[in-house]
């Protein structure tokens, strides 16, 4: 058996078969984090939708549930600030 050849040979395929599973697992780890973003971000947009859709309106049976989940939304995926902002909101329509 020729050693010379085997042992590079060998070297070349773990490093390549290294190489493929690092660059699959941030692929997949960089779609994972897109995915999420999208999700957040769609669930955001329509939170505020309903809040905006409320404004200017009447509190009412119709508009309480839309804003209490728009509410619960926001305190669950949005930022720090954002979820400071509705807990003053909630405060607001409390008093």
Known sequence: MNWH??????????????????????????????????MRLAVLIEAYRALEFSAHREYNAATALPVERALADIQLLGTRRQVELAQVMIEQFAA
């Open 5 to 38: 050849l085997l042992v590079p040979l060998l070297v070349t395929t773990v490093v390549a078969i290294t190489g493929w599973l690092a660059a699959h697992r941030l692929a997949a780890a960089r779609d994972r984090g897109n995915k999420r973003r999208e």
